[in-house]
């Protein structure tokens, strides 16, 4: 069988599906590709921290980026809950950093520094300040900053809406569907090739296969231009949530959800392709994060996970051309490809449609 679509997406994460529904809503002929299920991976295992701020470490085009995507999730969710019915639980809370030592807090005042002047809200808060934004706070808090702008969405429902979404404008899923490699000549891609020996014909290619997109045949990527970094989470379940945002501390996350779950993560581990969650990171999340919200102490332990972050050397994601024209990438969005979702997807429809893109992506090129 051979099909001629006017573009294939490897792979059904966060950015495979949310290029799809971008691209299909114009009008694009899409098929997504995925080996097993849409958001099997790192896109449906994510905390859900919409972080721009806090995840940021230094001006430049990451954080316009980063900042650009999260101004986006309103207008986006919105969307997706009329075309699928989803809500995609997408609420600004905030983002609290509370710092219990001397050393920790300069970190963060300095890290609100630059960023207050870059004209973003980073607010910086005595202890009894943040407490007052986070009551449930260890006594012996000493300080923080507050990222008010910053919020959440839940992956797995985010994952179910933009699946739903994308097929209902038109876009076309294949499960089960494992790419061996691009297609082409080289110079310019022609489709792909599935492990099936199957071809399919499309004028435009975007790589989104995530941690295993240098696995993919026929593209210019390095073998270590990706690489797996796994991370860990620990949920559990509280009968009536207390939190009012997420709070960051120095060696864990704690983010709510509406229904009383609440996700504790994350590890960050580079041990190849192996699945596990190990009790030393379990313990390690827990302690650290009822030192920092001792009334965690009586919540209910809910399940555990891990999935694997697409790293890149500069922790910049691959958005836009490949070397190998009409092959597109949207790949290795390591600790944030939840929050870059939108802008990325947006970027990849425009290239492909021949138009300016909304944010630059040359500062977003693999390496030749
Ligand atoms: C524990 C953890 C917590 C995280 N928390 C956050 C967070 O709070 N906020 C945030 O913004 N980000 C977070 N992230 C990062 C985020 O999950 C990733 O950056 C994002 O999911 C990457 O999306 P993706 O679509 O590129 O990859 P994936 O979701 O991994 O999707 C890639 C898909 O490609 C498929 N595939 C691979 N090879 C092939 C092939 N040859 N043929 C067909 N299909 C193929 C896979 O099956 C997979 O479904 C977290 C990640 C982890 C692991």
Redesign the pocket.
């Known amino acids: 069988m051979s099909t001629a679509y006017d573009v294939t997406i490897?792979?059904?994460?966060?950015?495979?599906c949310a290029a799809a529904f971008e691209l299909a809503s114009r009008g694009v002929r899409t098929l997504v590709?995925?080996?097993?299920v849409?958001?099997?991976?790192?896109?449906s295992?994510?905390?859900?921290?919409?972080?721009a701020q806090v995840e940021s470490h230094a001006p430049g085009p990451f954080v316009d980026l980063c900042v650009a995507s999260r101004d986006r999730f309103s207008s986006w969710a919105a969307r997706l809950r009329e075309v699928s019915g989803i809500d995609v639980e997408h609420r600004v809370c905030g983002i609290t950093a509370a710092a219990f030592d001397r050393a920790e807090l300069d970190k963060m005042e300095a890290h609100a520094a630059w960023q207050r002047e870059a004209g973003l809200r980073a607010v910086p808060l005595r202890a009894s300040e943040v407490r007052a934004i986070e009551p449930d706070l260890a006594a012996d808090v000493i300080g923080g900053i507050s990222f008010p702008d910053d919020a959440r969405v839940d992956?797995p429902r985010l994952l179910k809406a933009l699946r739903i979404s994308a097929e209902k404008s038109g876009a076309s899923f294949r499960t089960g569907?494992?790419?061996?490699k691009v297609a082409g000549d080289g110079a310019r891609s022609s489709g792909v090739v599935l492990e099936s020996g199957e071809t399919i014909e499309s004028a435009h290619v975007v790589l989104?296969?995530?941690?295993?997109s240098t696995?993919?045949g026929g593209t210019t990527l390095a073998p270590d231009a990706i690489r797996p970094a796994?991370?860990?989470?620990v949920e559990l379940q509280l009968a009536v949530p207390f939190q009012r945002g997420i709070v960051v501390g120095s060696k864990c996350y704690v983010?709510p959800r509406d229904d009383g779950r609440v996700l504790i993560?994350?590890t960050l581990e580079f041990v190849g392709f192996e699945r596990g969650v190990t009790a030393g990171a379990v313990r390690d999340l827990l302690t650290s994060a009822t030192r920092m919200l001792p009334r965690l102490e009586a919540a209910d332990l809910g399940r555990v996970w891990?999935?694997?972050?697409?790293y890149t050397a500069n922790e910049m994601p691959f958005i836009g051309p490949s070397p190998i024209e009409n092959l597109w990438l949207?790949?290795g969005?390591?600790?944030?490809?939840?929050?870059?979702s939108p802008i990325t997807a947006e970027i990849i429809a425009a290239l492909i449609a021949g138009e300016a893109p909304p944010i630059d992506p040359s500062p977003f090129r693999a390496p030749a």
């Open positions: 490897v792979g059904g994460g966060v950015m495979g590709l995925e080996r097993s849409p958001g099997a991976e790192a896109s295992a994510a905390a859900g921290m919409l972080g992956p569907a494992v790419v061996r989104a296969a995530g941690s295993w696995l993919v796994r991370g860990q989470i983010s993560g994350s891990s999935s694997f972050r697409p949207a790949t969005h390591y600790r944030n490809g939840i929050l870059l």
